[in-house]
């Protein structure tokens, strides 16, 4: 047998080939070629080994450099390369139980932790074949790497999210911060409000304005005591701290535009309200800072798709004009924005998210039988 | 050498491509061109006349040789073929499926003044899914240099600088914001005419010259232009972002329920994979009716989307005729075939609601053309009182799109009046180090544009950088770049970068 190691030809030219071990092929490519400029084979065997020791000597010098660098990343890693989008995914790194419905989640991403701003957003994909779901950042702690979600289970993927996102497990797909930061502004007397699935995000713009020197009033609605969280982080940001639930079991007993009139009648000089929950509830507090001339903000949630404005069904309506609110947002002029609009596109999936939904709990409930 | 050949001695009738039939494909997402056998290469290979001074070399936006890739088929020699047209282009195999041949290439084709043109495109294809189907790969050797460039954005654009960069020696990586890489090519072409498994392959080619591509990352929001030339150690960058932020008309109508755009429809077919919800959790609200408005490639994906997504019946509403309508003639024909009814020179002006705030029928007014607009296309004209209403349960914008906002609003790129990167004739833009291409500068255009503009500012970019002869396999054993910046140490920042011409 003709001994051809390392040589293939081409062209009637022989070329030397060596392949490049699997970790090395980020800096080598798979293999290292040369070409002989011979279509003799002796000739070629003849040149061959000096050739292949040549690209021994890089490949063992690129091993060394690479466990070097390798030494250096651990200690310090560099952007690029930290919290990186590895196909394995996004590890949860804690979890908080705070009801039977809502759950806090916290994600190692240090690359993220590090640009969050309050008032963005992430879009997250909980498995392969999930849908991508706009969350609020909650938190984001920057010397740990991480960023933190607070989730309500409302819907199959959230749901789904609950039982499956453990810490150690991990999210397919993490993307952000998505939006535009939160406009903390020059405002002196600022009221917070966060309802429902709103409560987590206005935390941070909340602590935002307490850095920048405003006077922060904090109104946050919870349907009874038992829901009640977070209440000492608040605290710790707040001036004054206003819980309104549905029952009257903790704080005043309302909604959290009772909170709001109780604040603003205290305060004739309340310059700015911000309020991130449910439409209907942003709404009302719109309506509610209307006749006082208070500048309003809204952080709208319009069903998504990629989050980076490619798809148009973010689309909402401020004043006269329709903006995608993944780029354009999420926040907005309360006084403008046209809340009734937003609700009726909200319901556009109500009968397949259903559909998911009973699909997946015959599923869980036939595994957790079978 | 054979014999010359003339026209009276090449075969007369193009080679016919087999295809799905009508009335099964709409019922499957499988590739509705099955692409030729290698006896129907070979034999309409035969029908080239290797011009001495060939018009489609020319015409072609990335000047493939394609004279010389048709004789290589026709002497058998198939991987020599492959090695010619990837000299020129990265994706034979993606643009062999999707370039608009018909105005480039086959446009100018002689062959073409008597009989049908030689089938350029299709032997592209054949060529390209030959190599991916033997494995072949055109990677040389690469000489690392020591500089590293980052590249936004994973369409046609990003990859074929990408690629160029690589080959150049430069560390490369991509960021794409989405968490699948291809851009258009993946979320907005379907999978009936551009298979996943087809961009796999051409994405794979990439890794192996050793870019390395992270998913999931939206640049300018996880990290800003300036960062990324600044902490992040990048020397150059592209942008290939892309204009995927979709139009609307600003009639009446246009948020209820069952109004989307072409782009979320695709996204959520072809990226998400409706059509298989709930096994995968993104849903589509498609009516029985659809109507899509427009009638370039995007409204010809987005109704023959809906075909095979359990629409009964889908119009096509556009406001000039057939001739003015910038899809692919194949594209227009297959969706034809397909069953989709055209409403020409037709154009909606609102669209009306049931009790529950969902489509229920759309009012269209008849149009007329007049004189040649900016583009050199007839204006179309409304004829007055010419209104009329159909019924519908979806409609679907397919009327172009505007840039992506997202690198504009984080950095200080300058921006045109509407909103597209600026960028000069070699792509830089007005950030030293920052180049950019594709539809992101152009508005929406072609595959073929955008891969020809990212590898026009791969080669800007070699200039920038000071690398020389980049075509070059052979590189120098060292050139002493590693941590240098034109010779002086990186760590030093105390000089500003020059743009050598
Ligand atoms: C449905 C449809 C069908 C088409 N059919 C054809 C056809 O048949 N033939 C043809 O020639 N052309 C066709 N086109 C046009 C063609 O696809 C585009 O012109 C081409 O893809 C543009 O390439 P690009 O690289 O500039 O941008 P894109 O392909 O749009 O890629 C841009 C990429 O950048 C990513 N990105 C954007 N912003 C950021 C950011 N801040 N950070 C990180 N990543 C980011 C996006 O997610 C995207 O993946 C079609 C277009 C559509 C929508
Ligand atoms: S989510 Fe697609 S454009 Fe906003």
Redesign the pocket.
């Given at each position: 047998m003709s001994d051809t190691k390392y040589l293939f030809k081409r062209d009637q030219t022989w070329w030397v080939k060596i392949t490049v071990p699997r970790t090395l092929r980020d800096v080598l490519g798979y293999d290292l070629r040369r070409s002989l400029h011979t279509s003799d084979l002796e000739a070629a065997r003849a040149a061959r080994a000096e050739v292949v020791a040549e690209f021994r000597g890089r490949i063992a010098e690129a091993r060394a450099r690479k466990d070097e660098a390798l030494a250096r990343a651990c200690g310090a890693p560099l952007p690029s390369e930290s919290g990186s989008a590895s196909s394995a995914g996004f590890e949860i790194t804690a979890r908080e139980d705070f009801s039977d419905v809502t759950y806090l989640l916290e994600v190692h991403h240090p690359m993220l932790a590090r640009a969050a701003a309050p008032g963005q957003f992430v879009v997250v994909v909980s498995h392969e074949r999930g849908e991508r779901i706009p969350l609020t950042i909650a938190d984001f702690d920057r010397s740990a790497g991480t960023i933190t979600l607070v989730v309500q289970a409302v819907g199959k993927t959230t749901r789904e999210m609950q039982e499956r996102c453990q810490v150690g497990t991990r999210l397919s797909a993490l993307v952000g911060p998505m939006g535009i930061p939160s406009e903390i502004g020059k405002a002196q007397k600022v009221v917070c409000v966060g309802g429902g699935l709103g409560v987590a995000p206005i935390y941070p713009q909340l602590r935002a304005f307490k850095q920048s020197g405003a006077y922060v009033i904090g109104v946050v609605g919870f349907r009874n005591r038992e829901l009640v969280f977070w209440q000492e982080k608040f605290e710790e940001y707040c001036d004054e701290f206003i819980i309104c639930t549905d029952d009257g079991s903790a704080g005043i007993k309302g909604l959290v535009t009772d909170g709001i009139e109780q604040a603003l009648a205290r305060h004739a000089d309340v310059d700015r309200l911000v309020a991130i929950g449910p439409p209907i509830m942003m709404k009302a507090c719109a309506e509610t800072t209307r006749p006082h001339g208070i500048e309003t903000t809204v952080s709208l949630n319009p069903i998504m798709v990629d989050g980076?404005g490619?798809c148009g069904g973010c689309r909402v309506k401020v004043g006269d004009q329709t903006r995608f609110a993944c780029v354009e947002g999420p926040e907005f002029d309360g006084h403008a924005v046209d809340f009734d609009d937003l609700m009726s596109r909200l319901r556009r999936f109500s009968s397949q998210e259903k559909q998911a939904l009973e699909a997946w709990s015959e599923a869980t409930a036939g595994a957790r039988q079978g | 050498m054979a014999k010359k050949k003339t026209i009276r001695t090449i075969p007369q009738e193009r080679t016919p491509i087999p295809v799905q039939d009508a009335s099964l494909r709409v019922q499957n997402f499988s590739e509705v061109a099955l692409g030729y056998g290698k006896e129907d290469a070979l034999l309409e290979a035969e029908r080239c006349l290797l011009c001495p001074d060939p018009a489609c070399v020319k015409s072609c936006p990335v000047a493939i040789d394609i004279d010389r890739f048709i004789e290589k088929i026709t002497e058998k020699d198939f991987r020599s073929s492959y090695d010619i047209l990837t000299d020129a282009n990265l994706l034979p195999a993606i643009c062999g499926r999707?370039?608009?041949q018909e105005d480039q290439c086959e446009a100018v084709c002689p062959v073409g003044d008597t009989l049908e043109p030689v089938a350029i495109g299709r032997l592209e294809r054949w060529v390209g899914d030959l190599a991916l189907a033997e494995g072949w790969t055109s990677s040389p050797h690469i000489e690392p240099n020591g500089f590293r460039v980052a590249i936004?954005?994973?369409?046609?654009?990003?990859i074929a600088c990408a690629a160029d960069m690589a080959k150049a020696g430069c560390e490369v990586t991509v960021?794409?914001?989405?968490h699948a890489t291809?851009?258009?090519?993946r979320y907005?072409?379907p999978e009936f005419?551009l298979p996943n498994s087809v961009i796999d392959a051409e994405m794979e080619s990439l890794t192996r010259l050793g870019v390395k591509i992270e998913c999931n990352?939206?640049?300018?929001r996880l990290f800003t232009l300036e960062q990324m030339l600044d902490e992040m150690g990048f020397h150059a960058v592209f942008i290939?972002?892309?204009?995927?932020y979709p139009s609307f008309m600003g009639i009446p109508g246009e948020s209820l329920h069952g109004v989307l755009s072409?782009?979320e429809l695709?996204t959520r077919c072809n990226l998400m994979r409706a059509g298989e919800f709930p096994k995968y959790d993104t849903p589509l609200d498609l009516g029985a009716r659809v109507a899509v408005i427009g009638a370039g490639?995007?409204a010809m994906?987005a109704m023959r989307v809906s075909l095979r997504s359990g629409a009964e019946k889908v119009h096509c509403v556009y406001r000039r005729t057939r001739d003015e309508s910038p899809a692919?003639e194949e594209?227009i024909g297959h969706a034809e075939e397909e069953g989709v009814e055209f409403h020409w020179l037709t154009a909606p002006v609102e669209i009306l609601a049931d009790a529950e705030g969902n489509v229920s029928a759309m009012r269209c007014i008849r149009m007329e053309l007049g004189e040649p607009d900016d583009s050199g296309r007839r204006r179309p004209i409304p004829i007055e009182r010419s209104e009329y209403d159909f019924e519908i349960d979806t409609v679907v914008y397919a009327i172009g799109t505007n840039a992506?906002p997202?690198?504009g609003q984080t950095s200080k790129l300058a921006l045109n009046k509407w909103g597209y990167l600026e960028a000069d004739e070699d792509l830089a833009t007005s950030m030293a180090g920052v180049f950019a291409g594709?539809?992101?500068v152009t508005g929406?255009?072609?595959?073929?544009?955008?891969m020809g503009a990212?590898r026009k500012a791969a080669r800007s970019m070699q200039v920038y950088l000071g690398i020389r002869d980049s075509e070059s396999v052979y590189a120098p054993e060292h050139i002493g770049n590693e941590g240098k910046l034109f010779g002086i140490e990186i760590g030093e920042r105390n000089f500003s970068r020059v743009r050598v011409q």
């Open positions: 980076t490619m | 999707v370039c608009p936004v954005g994973s369409g046609p654009a990003g960021y794409e914001a989405l291809g851009g258009v090519l907005g072409i005419r990352t939206l640049v300018g290939g972002s892309g204009a995927g072409a782009n695709l490639n995007t994906d692919r594209e992506n997202v690198i594709g539809d992101i929406a255009a072609t595959v073929i544009l955008a990212g």
